[in-house]
């Protein structure tokens, strides 16, 4: 009789504990959802409604379901599908402090002016037929929702937002942490013009506060003339979402800026495919080409090219100029920090030993572009400051 109350009891209390475990994991993941939807860093919600905007401009190969899609082959996982062909050895953050050059910016740009200043990671800024264009702007410390958490810079950005000129143009290629940051677009924002993003990234800027007036939405292929600059929102592989709950319910794009004098690509994130190809038979040939180059691993091939594969998009684009983003600043991967600029420089040297058109200035460098007449996209100076493959120096 004494063995069976025991037993009962010991049964109480195991249901007790376990009401107990259980309620506070429910707490807990209620409380985390109430967090995420409520706390501005993760962005804004996009609607039904919204939903049935983006089904009228997004073509049905891409947009499925009510949600973006890179086609029903695709996924972003691949687990255990092969090993890394790592060049470097070093750490995946530097040991040493790296350069950060202060920019010199053209104070007062020119229809034929061009300049290029990259910032680290993928934020750079393009002077092009008299405007100052900003690209995926990430200043913050951390890649994060929340201020001091994340994945944090390991080199000091050159240029701080107050530093910035007034800006007339921001392009965001989507809404992932490093590319679209809160803290950021809430310091640049009183200087901004226009932001020009792909389909669903109003939504988060509209939640932090951006004027509606200032922001124009676009699908794959749709253009826009600004003062005379083309500005064109083209395809890549990749996915989107900044909450667990919202995957893919934003695009995400590359871009082409174009005038009667110069026109530059930039990538955005994305994995290999055809695309490169289709954009050239659209717009032609490039004279520059800004390529994602980094955070690359076998378990997700589909969505980050590796750098061997970004060569070869910038040969597809027939770019007269390359340069490597997407390093440099954060690390998403398990590679050595340098390890795609290095492998990036590898390729492109040994497929094309002739040219000097590999750019791969340090942080903050800017570099300035030559006589619009000339077959040079950059003058003498610029180009011998982008043949120093300065991440050598350091550990």
């Known amino acids: 009789m004494t063995d069976t109350r025991n037993s009962g009891r010991i049964k109480r209390r195991s249901l007790r504990v376990l009401i107990i475990v259980l309620t506070s994991i429910a707490a807990f993941f209620l409380f985390a959802f109430i967090f995420v939807m409520l706390h501005p860093g993760f962005g804004g919600n996009v609607t039904r409604d919204d939903k049935k905007a983006y089904s009228l401009r997004a073509d049905e190969t891409y947009f499925k379901d009510n949600d973006f899609t890179n086609g029903d082959t695709f996924s972003v996982m691949a687990l255990g599908k092969g090993k890394n062909n790592f060049y470097s050895d070093k750490k995946t953050k530097p040991v040493d402090d790296l350069p950060a050059v202060a920019p010199d910016f053209i104070s007062d740009p020119g229809i034929t002016d061009f300049s290029y200043t990259w910032f680290g990671h993928s934020s750079f800024l393009i002077q092009m037929h008299g405007l100052n264009i900003l690209v995926d702007p990430v200043f913050s410390d951390f890649s994060s929702p929340v201020s001091a958490i994340?994945?944090?810079?390991?080199?000091?950005?050159?240029?701080?937002?107050?530093?910035?000129?007034?800006?007339?143009v921001v392009f965001f290629s989507h809404d992932h942490y490093d590319h679209l940051d809160m803290d950021t677009v809430k310091k640049i924002d009183s200087k901004v013009d226009y932001y020009y993003v792909p389909l669903g990234i109003e939504k988060h800027l509209l939640r932090w506060g951006v004027d509606p007036a200032k922001i124009r939405n676009m699908a794959w292929w749709e253009e826009y003339e600004y003062n005379g600059l083309t500005i064109a929102c083209t395809p890549t592989q990749h996915f989107s979402g900044r909450k667990v709950i919202d995957s893919n319910n934003t695009l995400w794009a590359s871009i082409v800026l174009r005038d009667e004098y110069r026109q530059i690509y930039y990538s955005g994130d994305g994995g290999m495919n055809d695309r490169f190809e289709k954009i050239h038979e659209v717009y032609g040939d490039f004279d520059l080409a800004i390529l994602e180059c980094g955070q690359y691993s076998p378990n997700w091939p589909g969505v980050?090219?590796?750098?061997?594969?970004?060569?070869?998009?910038?040969?597809?684009?027939?770019?007269?100029?390359?340069?490597?983003?997407?390093?440099?600043?954060?690390?998403?991967?398990?590679?050595?920090?340098?390890?795609?600029?290095?492998?990036?420089?590898?390729?492109?040297?040994?497929?094309?030993?002739?040219?000097?058109?590999?750019?791969?200035?340090?942080?903050?460098r800017t570099l300035y572009g030559s006589d619009p007449d000339s077959d040079l996209l950059l003058d003498g100076d610029s180009l011998e400051h982008s043949k120093e493959r300065w991440w050598r120096n350091y550990e």
């Open 304 to 364: 980050h090219m590796f750098p061997e594969e970004s060569v070869r998009a910038g040969d597809q684009l027939h770019a007269d100029y390359v340069t490597p983003v997407h390093w440099g600043a954060f690390i998403l991967s398990d590679h050595a920090w340098d390890d795609s600029a290095e492998r990036f420089t590898r390729e492109y040297e040994s497929l094309h030993p002739d040219s000097l058109h590999l750019l791969t200035p340090e942080p903050g």
């Open 150 to 168: 994340g994945v944090k810079r390991f080199a000091k950005c050159p240029v701080s937002a107050e530093e910035l000129p007034h800006i007339d």
